[in-house]
């Protein structure tokens, strides 16, 4: 049997996607870092902390751990004690980019649906104590996966590479984690931001149209409404990202849930169809790390000035050293 076509689609997409995963969500990172993007202090500061996890995302579980076992196998990543905590930071790294992605939508829900509320909750000071907590929260609940590989062989004395151990397999402690672990993250966070996007959806709607009501019969003329204007930079931002997560996750979802209802833990072989969806689903959901910018770009204008200005700068200064 020749090599499988998904081991040829992955070794091509890993390599590609941690190439422009880096720099993404690092440009990411350092404009909105600055704050000149138009968009509340709030919501810069959960979208610098979804792209710091994005990119700790992309360097342990996508450079560090995929693209490494492709192409360096034999190097140190995948010695025992090396390769363990890499998989433990990229277990909650992931965790922690999903539950950001949850918090960020919470409170686009709060300003829009609420208020009331937004004044107190949706404020830089809550948004980085949102952002801690989650973080700590994340990286202790991820804790256990460390402890839960062990070396496949050893060389010469050095264990290499990270597998289960056989408990893992056969312990109602562990099977009640990994449940645990699986509800928590991604399928909890998905049918949250589901329904508080749907939430927000209903509510813009009831506003919008009592807005246009109400202007219609002040005015009796078809007048652009400035609050609704202001809001709509918000609500799109809110819906591709939350949008990118539903689709890019969906298959994730879904396929964790068969596997618990079917008990699937081995597959016949690399062209099992049931392999390939769970192979599919890993490289959609690494894909969902690397699309926060690209989104920036296509629906915020001063982000893309941003962005441009920082493209020119370099070249500006080339020229200017060329000139003298």
Known sequence: MGYPVIF??????????????????????????????????????????????????????????RVGQIYFRNS???????????????????????WLTVAFTCDRFVAICYENLKTKYCNEKTALAVIGT????????????YFIYEPYLIIDNVPRDCIFKVIFRTSPVWAAFELFHLILTPCVPFFLILLLNVLTVRR????SRVRRGLRGRSNGENHQDPEMENRKKSIILLFSISGSFILLWMTQVVNNIYRRMTDTRYYNSFTDPRYITESTSRILQLLSSCTNTCIYVLTQAKFREELKNAVKYPLNLIVKLVKS
């Open 8 to 65: 040829q689609i992955e070794d091509i997409y890993y390599p590609a996607l941690s190439a422009v995963g880096v720099p993404v969500n690092l440009v990411a990172i350092l404009i909105l870092s600055r704050g000149k993007c138009g968009l509340s202090k709030c919501i810069s500061c959960y979208l610098v902390g979804m792209s710091v996890a994005d990119l700790l995302v992309v360097i342990t579980d996508l450079i560090l751990t």
């Open 204 to 207: 813009i709607l009831v506003v």
């Open 134 to 145: 989650v973080s700590v929260l994340g990286f202790l609940e991820s804790v256990p996966w």
């Open 76 to 98: 140190f990543l995948f010695i025992t004690p090396v390769c363990r905590p890499i998989k433990y930071l990229g277990s909650a790294a992931t965790v922690v980019s999903v």
